[in-house]
């Protein structure tokens, strides 16, 4: 529906006053599978951080065994429980189990609480994704 976009966020316990971009994330996400190279994630990602595939799981990856990586497919969870092709959700439910930064039960407190529209619908995707994620 657009260009590549992307996007940075820094989680820390205490202030953070660094602004720049990050060259070397700790944790990546991508949405989509049309985005994934596997050179380009071994250049990036920093060793033993995470990676959460939007993709099949028939995708080899052989060389991400540095890496815990998790794969899902998003787009399908979403469409199943009526979202089209808006994964947000199912992602953050699959980004959740794989890296335990909050609990299950947290994330859809918070997903019932501020979505706008289709909460119910948001909150079955983001546990079925949690549910499904495939470690690998």
């Known amino acids: 529906r657009g260009s590549v976009v992307a996007a940075f966020v820094r989680i820390d316990q205490k202030k953070i006053y660094l602004k720049c971009d990050i060259d070397r994330p700790n944790h990546l996400i991508l949405f989509d599978k ?19 595939l939007n993709m099949e799981k028939s995708h080899p990856l052989n060389a991400l065994k540095p890496y815990k990586v998790g794969q899902i497919n998003a787009l399908e969870i979403s ?42 619908q948001n909150v079955m995707a983001a546990k079925e994704a949690y549910e499904r994620l495939s470690v690998v």
């Open 34 to 52: 049309s985005l994934f190279n596997e050179k380009e994630v071994i250049e990036q990602v920093e060793p033993g951080g995470y990676l959460l």
């Open 79 to 120: 469409k199943k429980n009526g979202l089209g092709t808006i994964v947000n959700t199912a992602i953050l439910g699959a980004y959740v189990r794989l890296t335990n930064i909050i609990s299950l039960d947290t994330l859809l407190k918070v997903i019932s609480e501020t979505v706008p529209t289709a909460a119910d």
